[in-house]
T-cell receptor, first 118, second 112 residues
């Protein structure tokens, strides 16, 4: 299994500022994922972060708005830049670790960062 | 378009009662389907995983079913407990490309 520590757990921020969310995993993993979960909605993948390369962003998400760092195999950060109230959401870090019986990876999630932008 | 739809959106039941949550998907090609439980303030935790060839999978009081022909899955919770209060999310993995498609979840509240 993988244990994920995500910080901060919640924050209230002013419009126009930036917040950096940290994700620490207790084991080395190749890929780390960042998701957004808006109230009452599905989890939406923001980007996939591999160590040593630029993150791969999903449609609708751009690096200038959500820069990601992946300095090593156990750590990643997501920055929400120039925030607006529309960025209020829960942001979750996730990793895939170990194979399950179907041949796919088991996905583990952090507890999430609840962000409110005023 | 790959989609996962869950029903009901929310549900309130009395402690000790059973309930069934539904998941319909249009994901193709299908790899596997997972049910996750997400407690308030926590990340989702996997309950069950089912492949195309599996019809039923149990994990304690949780039993998931899968009908690959109709592209439907259900999660049955037996003898509910207060600790079952959570959001239950159906997630389908797309074969090739390592993509996951998430449902919006069913919020379950168990009352004493």
């Amino acid at each position: 299994s993988a244990v994920i520590s995500q910080k901060p757990s919640r924050d209230i921020c002013q419009r126009g500022t930036s917040l950096t969310i940290q994700c620490q995993v207790d084991s080395q993993v190749t890929m780390m994922f960042w998701y957004r979960q808006q109230p009452g909605q599905s989890l939406t993948l923001i980007a996939t972060a591999n160590q040593g390369s630029e993150a791969t962003y999903e449609s609708g998400f751009v690096i200038d708005k959500f820069p990601i760092s992946r300095p090593n195999l156990t750590f990643s950060t997501l920055t929400v830049s120039n925030m607006s109230p529309e960025d209020s959401s829960i942001y979750l870090c996730s990793v895939e670790a170990e194979w399950d019986q179907t041949g796919g990876h088991i996905q583990y999630f952090g507890a999430g960062t609840r962000l409110s932008v005023l | 378009k790959n989609q996962v739809e869950q029903s009901p959106q929310s549900l309130i039941i009395l402690e000790g009662k059973n309930c069934t949550l539904q998941c319909n998907y249009t994901v193709s090609p299908f790899s596997n389907l997972r049910w996750y439980k997400q407690d308030t303030g926590r990340g989702p935790v996997s309950l069950t995983i089912m492949t195309f060839s599996e019809n039923t999978k149990s994990n304690g009081r949780y039993t998931a079913t899968l009908d690959a022909d109709t592209k439907q899955s259900s999660l049955h919770i037996t003898a509910s407990q207060l600790s079952d209060s959570a959001s239950y999310i159906c997630v389908v993995r797309v074969e090739y490309g390592n993509k996951l498609v998430f449902g919006a979840g069913t919020i379950l509240r168990v009352k004493s």
